[in-house]
């Protein structure tokens, strides 16, 4: 059984900093891009960033709404993904979900955590 | 950057044909996934590459994707199928991936 099962979330300052972690199983996952996808109350979903596979490179990608503030690693060894986030904003304020595809860019989010809660507030 | 655009809500009696489109520059040349979101959960992919369906998911789930729209066709639709629907595409220019505003399907 294929679970993607995120921690880490919680209050935070503005400012403040937050570390994400992405706990993987049932697949594959040194050879999986995961993803971070957001989703502010209420509000649709917006894609955060990407780390690809080792076999390309573990290169990243970041909306612009984060690049330079967010960065995601993965530890191959734990099968697990993070998402380090520094400089918080209250507009970061939002359920951050897990996700992962196969292997090309074009690939779907085929499979989804559950969701961790950030909530950035004074 | 790279735009799709959703009517926010579609509303269809039970045993209807629900049309749910996606407007995007030109994609038709991109590959096109839809996501269906129910209240408190998390997204679930219902199409992908178009127009193919996962395991699991009902035959009445079809995608088709022309010129400049793609769109989810939920036929018979049920009760169960109210739900947010979300396109999503890969930019090749910006290698960014980007959702479509979702619509909000009302079973009447």
């Known amino acids: 059984e294929v679970q993607l099962v995120e921690s880490g979330g919680g209050l935070v300052q503005p400012g403040g900093s937050l570390k994400l972690s992405c706990a993987a199983s049932?697949?594959?996952?040194?050879?999986?891009?995961m993803h971070w996808v957001r989703q502010a109350s209420g509000k649709g979903l917006e894609w955060v960033g990407r780390?690809?596979?080792?076999?390309?490179?573990?290169?990243?990608a970041y909306a612009a709404s984060v690049k330079g503030r967010f960065t995601i690693s993965r530890d191959d060894s734990k099968n697990t993904a993070y998402l380090q986030m520094n400089s918080l904003k209250t507009e970061d304020t939002a359920v951050y979900y897990c996700?992962?595809?196969?292997?090309?860019?074009?690939?779907?989010?085929?499979?989804w955590g559950q969701g961790t809660l950030v909530t950035v507030s004074s | 950057s790279y735009v799709l655009t959703q009517p926010p809500s579609v509303s269809v009696a039970p045993g209807k044909t629900a049309r749910i489109t996606c407007g995007g520059n030109?994609?038709?040349?991109?590959?096109v996934h839809w996501y269906q979101q129910k209240p408190g959960q998390a997204p679930v992919l219902v199409i992908y590459?178009?127009?193919d369906r996962p395991s699991g998911i009902p035959e009445r789930f079809s995608g088709s994707n022309s010129g400049n729209t793609a769109t989810l066709t939920i036929s018979r639709v049920e009760a169960g199928d109210e739900a947010d629907y979300y396109c999503?595409?890969?930019?090749?220019?910006?290698?960014?991936?980007?959702f479509g505003g979702g619509t909000k399907l009302t079973v009447l």
């Open positions: 030109n994609i038709g040349s991109k590959s």
């Open positions: 049932g697949f594959t996952f040194s050879g999986s891009a």
């Open positions: 780390i690809r596979s080792k076999a390309n490179s573990y290169a990243t």
């Open positions: 999503q595409v890969w930019d090749s220019s910006s290698d960014h991936h980007v």
């Open positions: 996700t992962r595809s196969y292997s090309s860019s074009s690939d779907p989010f085929d499979y």
């Open positions: 590459y178009d127009s």
